[in-house]
């Protein structure tokens, strides 16, 4: 069975959408929607989608469509994802899931009474160099995680209707819901608006978790380059992960320490350091939106629950609320409840 | 006349003071001393030292000695520089100039009430590249400065005696203090210590000013590489300072984004954003202790204060006071007094 | 007028000249042509081709098309490109133009004969980069050019019809031709072919001209990683060009030396040397192949000839012809005719 | 018995040998040589060496001098090594070991004859990377040799007495001679000379040999930047070999090709091509140059010959002067002898 598919908001990302589900032999595009009638004209031309209209409710309604892709701004994701819900539609929404912890429980709510595929796009858990990484983790290959920190900046993407946190840190809280089987305690933020009348361009986010593992998020809409730099520190390997390299994404130190022993050694490095070989995994080179659509078609096929499904965006928006509570209140520690 | 100058530790860093002072024609080498008998046996072989002693009082004593080095573990800075003040020497102290705020506010008095000078080895601030950005930040080529993000981040030095705090933030906090006029009103810093019985080795300190200005520091002894990569927001230009390149350590980027603007634009940058070029400004290739040590010299001849001085070295003591208290706090803002 | 377009040969670039044809509103998508029914199918499931067929007499015959794109293997290209210029075709081909000398004189001329537009597809001329260092050439930025140095190597894509020199050199002798105005009088490569019943696989080439100009090129498909960096050497001025660069793809360098001057000077460089800052032009994002494509189309309507004629096209076969001549004969120079 | 050494030449390199001779125990720094008295100057301020002298017949008259290390211009190495010898020293000569193949071999005999050690500072076969590359190779990791192919250009280091390829290929070539056993049957060289009066500034070399082997050296003093970078590429797996890099200076790819093979594979790789993981080993951190001094130091002390000895500098001699002949006649080839 091939997904019927339609695609509501062509403004940055939706047209990757398109063309990923255009092209996958497992979904079938069948409508387009956008309030602009230029890039819906665009698309037009390049793509043969039957029905292309600026009103969600001509796919709501359409018996052609078993699914719908929503890639509209964050503060419209709830409303169009429920009426496409209550339309009998299986859902596929971009990060962040919602704009508030409320609409993210409730979402999940329908989608789980009516038995609909709830999935949310968190893009990096697709990626392959993230898949690696997870299975270089689950495998006991880096040993006790100690520390993940990304910087994740660039020039010129500012977003009008969300921070940067909602913009970029989602990403990052994504992959280690993905990767780390530990979830946050608390969280501190600490984030600035350089521009005024404009959200927070600039945020740096802590991540407390009950062990002595920490994670942190610089990201940045003013940064004069950009950067996407992971790096993962374990006990017995540590990771570089860098997004814009072409090959050799992911460095994997043979490097680590001795977390038990507070002996310096003789030989230079101390307490147990260890320095080794480097390697870097060939990875597949699938891109992660296909992996993303064809393994939600998969899940509406089957009816079993995505990876990133309606819980896992609904995590992420409690750790992102929490982060915006924190840096209204200049930083100081907020908790997150289970 | 020629500073004639004795040099007390000669771990880590004292062999490059003894071979700056050695190799410049303002500063003459005339006593080393190391409880260590290995260490001052090495640079005996190497350079003509007529006094080599495990006991600092025989420097402290000589007649011969101007000026004294001190490159000795941070917690015996105080009692070393006291001592050496006290003798009629000028000081120069690895950084940070001490263990707590008290011991540099007494240092400062004693030097000041002997008439004596006192400088701290803030390094980077005589690093060409530094001293080039501190040009560009006072021509007014940056604009208003937004921020400053620092990574400095390497495996395998750990300090037994300090934490990754007083190791590597002092180096930014003494840039900061350098190229910036503006002080920090508070910090806030999460650290944690991975391996049992010793410092912490991650730390992730946030400094906040009065302006909307924002500093930040990642300083990490555990990452899998060495990075030494900041990066400083204007409103009219930004700054890529990598130390780590051989050529090109500073890239301007013409980039900026009209800060009291909040239209969007109609060609795809928004919020008066701009995009431009990039150059590379040549530095000069001077050592920066090498400038560091002729300063000093400079100074005791003339009797004029060194840039980092007593003063800016108790200011930098105080933040990494108010960073460790946070730290031991969980992070929560410590207010700093001026 | 909208150019109304077939494109004969689906492989590896055809699908690219498909996209672009298609997006454009210079131009329209009128057929498409491989006799791999498979490739026909998948582009016919993404885009809107009203003629779809395995044999090119179709697309020769049809009178919905003004021209056709050849992005067959280069064995072929000389009677496609022949056929579709007597239908009365326009003609835009990839490169190399052809197999050999006499073949593309004779397209020229029949092109020439018939009133058709004829453009070979040197795309890298269409590069914004490339367009850049010619522009600096041409206002003297860089002085008189002294070498042109690249390295083009990859692993993994051999050719079966062409060996590595009509594959990559091709790029930088259309390059070559474009920046500089001098032409090379003669050639020299090394050549070998390391897989048993291959094409040659690495390549040396060097370029003579009458003036102390050299220009190199070292192609290779067998290298472990890919490398596209070219140094163009000027007497003031000296650029390197990375094309795998995100941004920052050329940088300019401020450094050069006084060629006619040969007193070593007293303070380190010798020779008139000069070391100064460098910078980084702002580039234009444009696809290369779109600039190509609507290039071509504009030169169809309006009958102006391209800048990668048939004579360009021509100029460059006549070098890779004396490329594999000295190759076949050990690497011994080989005049080039005009 | 620790070998008494004396430093003729105190130039570019000649400090480094005297801070490698004074820092280890196997050498003692006795009497360092030059007519500039102010580089005697520089150096008796830092260093311990009983004798200074413009002459160096008090270093070849001296009793308490067992080895002379020669690093003046290379026009003077042959007699200052030959009247060395004579005097019954060991000799460390700086590379190229002679300007010319007959006074290589006259110093290679009278060694011989003498009995006395005779080394040329071939310094790179001490570098660990290099000797990583030998082991990797001599254990069969690589395959069967098809390339190498190295880049060593640089802006600002004219020599005035040697071309570009006396000065900079002498390092490929004695690099290939150690790692590679097979020996080159002929070279071919084109060579530029653009600063009028100046010998050739930029060069390339190629070496051919009676395997499908192929080696190939691009030299420049007149190069915007500074590069290093060498690949080495074998059947079975390849290397990139990054002289520059801090960390990493070699990555082992795991990819090849099956030279025996012909076929194209049905997925995406052609003709058994094999993309596979990279791995950079973790490499000692000795200056090659100590190791290159104690080595010397050792054979003086056994009596037995050098890895760089008097016929290695000959065989590197011999196909430099055949480059430069081949760089005289237009790039044809100049066979090699034996």
Same sequence: chains 1, 2, 3, 4.
Wanted: glycine fraction near 6%; hydrophobic fraction near 45%.
């Amino acid at each position: 069975m091939v997904v019927r598919c339609g695609v509501i908001g062509l403004g940055y990302w939706g047209p990757n959408l398109v063309r990923n589900i255009s092209a996958s032999s497992a979904t079938q595009l069948v409508g387009i929607c956008d309030q602009d009638a230029a890039k819906c004209e665009a698309l037009r031309r390049q793509y043969a989608a039957p029905v292309v209209t600026y009103d969600p409710h001509d796919l709501f309604n359409s018996p052609m469509i078993d699914a719908l892709f929503i890639a509209t701004p964050v503060a419209t994701h709830y409303s169009l994802a429920l009426s496409a819900l209550r339309s009998g539609k299986h859902v596929f929404v971009e990060k962040p899931l919602t704009s508030d912890v409320a609409q993210a429980e409730h979402l999940v709510s329908e989608a789980e009474r009516l038995g609909l595929t709830l999935m949310v796009d968190h893009v990096f858990v697709y990626n392959p160099a993230v898949q690696k990484i997870r299975e270089l983790i689950s495998t006991n290959m880096l040993g006790q995680i100690l520390y993940y920190d990304s910087v994740r900046v660039n020039l010129g993407l500012f977003q009008h209707d969300v921070s940067v946190i909602w913009d970029l840190i989602v990403h990052d809280l994504s992959i280690v819901d993905y990767i780390i089987d530990e979830r946050p305690t608390a969280v501190l933020t600490n984030a600035r608006a350089h521009v005024i009348g404009q959200p927070e361009n600039i945020a740096y986010m802590t991540c407390i978790f009950a062990s002595q593992m920490i994670a942190h998020f610089h990201v940045n809409w003013l940064a004069p380059v950009k950067v996407r730099r992971t790096l993962v520190g374990g006990s017995r390997r540590m990771i570089v992960y860098d997004d814009l390299e072409p090959d050799e994404k992911i460095k994997v130190y043979d490097r680590g320490v001795d977390i038990t022993q507070a002996e310096p050694d003789q030989i230079g490095l101390q307490f147990g350091y260890r320095l080794g070989d480097m390697f870097a995994p060939m990875l597949r080179r699938t891109e992660a939106l296909k992996t993303a659509v064809e393994h939600f078609a998969e899940c509406v096929r089957t009816g079993t629950s995505p990876i990133t499904d309606g819980q896992c965006g609904l995590r992420t928006v409690r750790l992102l609320e929490a982060a915006s509570r924190s840096a209204q209140n200049g930083g100081s520690a907020v908790a997150v409840g289970a």
